[in-house]
């Protein structure tokens, strides 16, 4: 993560990591280029309601962005490539599983079931940022959504900006098993992979992707998975594809094996990527 201690210069490198020249960034936000060249010198501190449409066409972080476009800016690190904030070099990493452990009756009221028609446009915005996604896995992840509400899930902030997402997907063991032997791609899942996990045991759930903006939001969206296989009684295998670094070591902890994994590879951002396949359950880690 770097820290950054300014608006300016948190703009500066999301329009380097977006490939946007300042006329670009201009047009998307509706100002002209000298606004942007004020707001990245420093010389004038963004406006309210120009700081939510960055928010909102952005995709950054609404806490991060107040902390830095303040007259009394609270440094704060950021990561472009998992998009993920924290106020300290101490709380950047990903937390050991057991922390998830300790408070798992606490709730959050800012999780939600996805409502796709009108979620659809945040989560396509954030898959774009590293693959293309085509129209046949948003039918998927649509059928998804109403056959296992449980486990796909939005976050905002307090103040009901978005924060995160978790897509996880009930397959059929046919095309789980392809998955894993290499047989399918996760991009050639189509809806007719989706199936109700009522019809089939073990029943499958397929980790589309989880992403969250900071470890406490984190903290709140794994805490709805492990209560959801708490109290599941059916035998299950969960998986999935993988590419972020900084949940390798936590996957682990939590029961999940690496059944296969890649060479190192760019995405479509020029981001660094680790590909792994996982499949497990999570009865060891939830045992009193």
Not at 37 to 65: A, H, N
Request: proline share 3%.
């Amino acid at each position: 993560m770097k820290r950054y201690e300014s608006i300016g210069e948190l703009l500066i490198d999301y329009r380097a990591f977006n490939n946007l020249s300042q006329t670009d960034f201009a047009d998307l936000l509706k100002v002209d280029t000298r606004t942007i060249q004020r707001w990245e010198r420093g010389q004038t501190l963004v406006k309210s309601e120009k700081e939510e449409e960055i928010v909102v066409k952005t995709l950054l972080p609404y806490q991060l962005v107040r902390n830095l476009n303040a007259a009394v800016v609270i440094p704060t690190f950021y990561d472009f490539r998992i998009r993920k904030y924290s106020l300290s070099e101490i709380s950047n990493e990903t937390p050991d599983a057991l922390w998830f452990k300790r408070e798992l009756a606490s709730k959050n009221k800012n999780i939600r079931t996805i409502d796709f028609s009108f979620d659809k446009k945040y989560l396509v915005k954030y898959f774009e940022f590293q693959k293309e996604v085509p129209n046949s896995i948003l039918k998927a992840i649509e059928k998804g959504i109403k056959l296992l509400p449980e486990l796909n899930l939005i976050i905002t902030d307090d103040s009901g900006y978005y924060s995160g997402h978790s897509i996880v997907l009930p397959i059929k063991q046919s095309t789980f098993l392809k998955m894993k032997n290499k047989e399918l791609r996760e991009d050639e899942l189509t809806e007719n992979d989706v199936v109700s996990n009522h019809t089939q045991e073990p029943q499958v759930f397929y980790n589309y992707e989880i992403s969250v903006d900071c470890n406490t939001n984190l903290y709140y969206m794994v805490r709805e998975f492990l209560s959801f296989f708490k109290n599941l009684k059916s035998k299950y295998i969960y998986g999935g594809y993988v590419f972020r670094y900084d949940t390798y070591k936590m996957n682990e902890q939590v029961g999940l094996n690496v059944v296969w994994e890649e060479e190192p590879r760019l995405d479509k951002s020029g981001i660094e990527i680790f590909p792994r396949f996982y499949e497990g359950t999570f009865e060891e880690y939830l045992k009193e």
